[in-house]
């Protein structure tokens, strides 16, 4: 009696594990893309954020206290989120010598921090999605520029892009082709990091599909307070008319922002198109959308603060990015420099 018991409870074992990992994965199966991107929320992206733009950063200036410990929290959430590093087990770091910052008076070592997600079907193709984490530091009054929204706003919307990715990985929908997460640094100083990044790729260059980068999409420029569900790109359509169009698509079908190219305009005086991190990879033919809210009252000041940011619209602008990187990373055909 007592074997046969112990039969029964095994066989129920058995077909209750069975139905549970059944379960478990029809549920991975039904998982959209669409659920994936609902998991980059304000809440996230504002709790990461208060802790990445807090004084304790003191500005992430390149090379100093305040960025090591910036790079030391993008590390660890990596690790914690079993995300791997391309450069091998926990060295999360792209070291950048001193001598490499020819700009800076008192230059000092500093580093990138990459983390990698590899693609099922086509791994050595490399989607590079990339935002600055440096800031401009402490003034000579010691007033602290905190960067909430430059670059901190594009620093936490990677990671949250990077947790929906992996945890498609997880129920098993991860992408076909691979997707490299670069933080640079040295972005205020004259795009150091990411020139750093296309001088000495982990990745050979001629297998980087594209670049999309985030730098500042946590605010509403003040042309656009009666319409503030927009985001500006710039460069789109300056090497990949055929990346211009997937954005496109992907927004109207799964976002609805309001798309402006103003700053895209080769006239434009800003020069945006030449400021920010993405360059170093156009000025290797390389497709790029820079991902960009516009300048604002508190653009390069100490006022530069988490309190300011629209979390809401920051998760909205994430989202796009995310959907973007998906379509990229899983459409059949690579996407090309189809305008050179």
């Given at each position: ?17 069975s ?14 893309r ?9 809440e ?43 450069i ?7 070291n ?28 050595d ?10 800031h401009?530091?402490?003034d000579?009054?010691?007033n602290i ?10 620093t936490?919307?990677l990671?949250?892009?990077?947790e ?50 985030t ?6 420029d ?15 359509d300056?090497?990949?008319q ?17 798309l ?7 006239n434009?005086?800003?020069r945006f198109y ?10 290797n ?25 629209e ?18 990373a899983?459409r ?9």
């Open positions: 009696m007592k074997y046969l018991l112990v039969s029964l409870l095994t066989v129920l074992a058995v077909s209750c594990n139905a549970q990992n059944s379960a478990s994965k029809t549920i991975s199966e039904n998982l959209s669409t659920d994936y991107a609902k998991t980059i929320t304000a996230e992206l504002k709790t990461h954020l208060y802790i990445f733009a807090d004084d304790a950063m003191k500005g992430r200036m390149t090379g100093q206290k305040g960025q090591k410990l910036a790079a030391e929290y993008l590390r660890n959430f990596y690790m914690d989120e079993g995300i791997p590093s391309p091998e087990e926990k060295n999360y770091y792209q950048i010598p001193a001598s490499y910052f020819e700009r800076m008076s008192d230059p000092k070592d500093s580093e990138n921090v990459v983390a990698f997600i590899k693609g099922s079907e086509k791994p193709e490399i989607i590079v999605l990339s935002a600055h984490y440096d401009v530091g402490v000579e009054d010691g520029y905190n960067g909430a929204d430059d670059d901190g706003s594009g936490v919307a990671l949250e892009i990077a929906a990715f992996q945890q498609a990985v997880k129920d098993g929908n991860g992408p076909k082709r691979s997707i490299l997460f670069l933080h640079v640094t040295g972005e205020e100083i004259g795009l150091y990091g990411s020139r750093y990044y296309t001088e000495n790729p982990i990745f050979p260059l001629k297998n980087t599909v594209c670049n999309l980068n730098d500042m999409i946590g605010r509403v003040p042309d656009k307070t009666d319409n503030p569900n927009y985001i500006y790109l710039i460069g789109s300056k090497l990949s055929e990346l211009h169009d997937l954005s496109e698509e992907v927004n109207e079908k799964y976002i609805n922002l309001e402006d190219y103003k700053y895209n305009d080769e434009d005086p800003n030449y400021r920010s991190d993405h360059y170093n990879f156009a000025k033919n390389i497709p790029v959308i820079f991902y960009f809210n516009g300048t604002h009252e508190d653009y390069h000041k100490p006022t530069d603060t988490a309190d300011k940011i979390y809401e619209l920051l998760a909205k602008r994430a989202q796009l990015i995310f959907q973007t990187a998906w379509e990229v899983n059949e055909g690579r996407i090309t420099a189809d305008k050179l």
